[in-house]
């Protein structure tokens, strides 16, 4: 048997709410981590499953995609924020799990918003943790961005003269609420993804493939 044959397969999932909504998914396909997956003071970041030939880590939302794109994972679950940011070819997306959904948007001061006028701009600077994707939604319509790249706490960056406006992911837009924040641009709706790496579904389609039908039937079902 082949050394891919015998390599183990890792699955990189995101720590936060996705992990939380991915859950009961993962029930449904018969994945069970060991005991120290959902303990909440364990260190270790790789776990073994029931599943001789996978195992999971657990990493920041921002690198599963990165994980995936290099080889290091296999197998993950991405939003689809990050795979609008990092773009990478390497990966492929087969399954809308319906899941982690959000919106991305650009929001600024509420005071602002009533005689801000969107069309009338040229140059806008922008505190984001997508500075990419922000580029590119304002370079479509001709507006330069200058992007301040923030890793959170987005919505101070008004307040303290960091940037007019934000893009952000909002939810129940109450944090945005909560900062004299308004919402005035939609920019894309988010889920998150089943994605894979294309070259190890090349290399191991019927392993890779198994997983990608198993949580397409998951998501279809849902």
């Given at each position: 048997m082949s050394s891919v044959a015998n390599e183990k397969l890792i699955l990189a999932l995101p720590k936060g709410r996705i992990l939380k909504e991915a859950a009961p998914l993962f029930a449904r396909a018969g994945?069970?981590?060991?005991?120290?997956?959902?303990?909440?003071?364990?260190?270790?970041?790789?776990?073994?499953?029931?599943?001789?030939?996978?195992?999971?880590?657990?990493v920041r939302s921002f690198d599963v995609a990165t994980f995936v794109a290099f080889g290091a994972a296999h197998l993950g679950i991405a939003g689809g924020d990050v795979l609008m940011?990092?773009?990478?070819?390497?990966?492929?997306?087969?399954?809308?799990?319906?899941?982690?959904?959000?919106?991305?948007?650009?929001?600024e001061p509420?005071?602002?918003?009533?005689?801000?006028d969107p069309r009338r701009w040229s140059h806008v600077r922008i505190a984001t943790k997508y500075p990419e994707v922000t580029r590119r939604h304002f370079a479509a319509r001709g507006v330069q961005a200058e992007c301040v790249k923030l890793s959170g706490a987005m919505e101070l960056a008004p307040?303290?003269?960091?940037?007019?406006?934000?893009?952000?992911?909002?939810?129940?837009?109450?944090t945005l609420k909560e900062n004299g924040l308004v919402e005035i641009e939609h920019i894309a709706d988010v889920?998150?993804?089943f994605i894979?790496?294309?070259?190890?579904?090349?290399?191991?389609?019927?392993?890779?493939?198994?997983?990608?039908?198993?949580?397409?039937?998951l998501s279809r079902a849902a």
């Amino acid at each position: 048997m082949s050394s891919v044959a015998n390599e183990k397969l890792i699955l990189a999932l995101p720590k936060g709410r996705i992990l939380k909504e991915a859950a009961p998914l993962f029930a449904r396909a018969g994945i069970e981590p060991e005991a120290a997956f959902a303990d909440p003071d364990a260190r270790q970041l790789r776990f073994a499953t029931n599943h001789a030939d996978l195992d999971i880590i657990r990493v920041r939302s921002f690198d599963v995609a990165t994980f995936v794109a290099f080889g290091a994972a296999h197998l993950g679950i991405a939003g689809g924020d990050v795979l609008m940011e990092f773009d990478y070819p390497e990966i492929y997306a087969p399954v809308d799990l319906g899941i982690g959904k959000c919106r991305l948007a650009v929001a600024e001061p509420v005071e602002m918003a009533g005689s801000d006028d969107p069309r009338r701009w040229s140059h806008v600077r922008i505190a984001t943790k997508y500075p990419e994707v922000t580029r590119r939604h304002f370079a479509a319509r001709g507006v330069q961005a200058e992007c301040v790249k923030l890793s959170g706490a987005m919505e101070l960056a008004p307040s303290l003269g960091l940037s007019h406006r934000i893009v952000d992911l909002v939810d129940s837009g109450r944090t945005l609420k909560e900062n004299g924040l308004v919402e005035i641009e939609h920019i894309a709706d988010v889920t998150s993804r089943f994605i894979v790496n294309r070259a190890a579904l090349k290399t191991q389609p019927e392993r890779i493939g198994r997983w990608v039908d198993c949580f397409r039937g998951l998501s279809r079902a849902a």
